[in-house]
């Protein structure tokens, strides 16, 4: 599940404002914003689960890699590889 950190990380790995990660996600600004400042973070409401898979779906396409908790490590975002 991305994380408001995870969206703010991504958006500045790929130097982009809240409105121009709205854009390609086909969201209202204030949906990023909205979003990137909660500290509650439910899955319960539909309209945010598509929100998060927009804007997610948005980063990938941009190449934005996410890493998820494990046992191992924790969350972050790169940039994937060219090529």
Avoid: N, Y
């Amino acid at each position: 599940m991305l994380t408001p950190a995870l969206i703010r990380a991504a958006r500045g790995l790929l130097g982009l404002d809240q409105a121009e990660v709205a854009e390609r996600a086909g969201l209202k600004q204030r949906t990023i914003s909205k979003l990137e400042g909660e500290t509650d973070f439910s899955l319960k409401d539909l309209r945010r689960r598509k929100a998060l898979k927009a804007i997610r779906d948005a980063f990938e396409k941009a190449g934005i890699e996410f890493m998820f908790p494990s046992e191992t490590s924790g969350e972050g975002v790169r940039k994937k590889s060219p090529g």
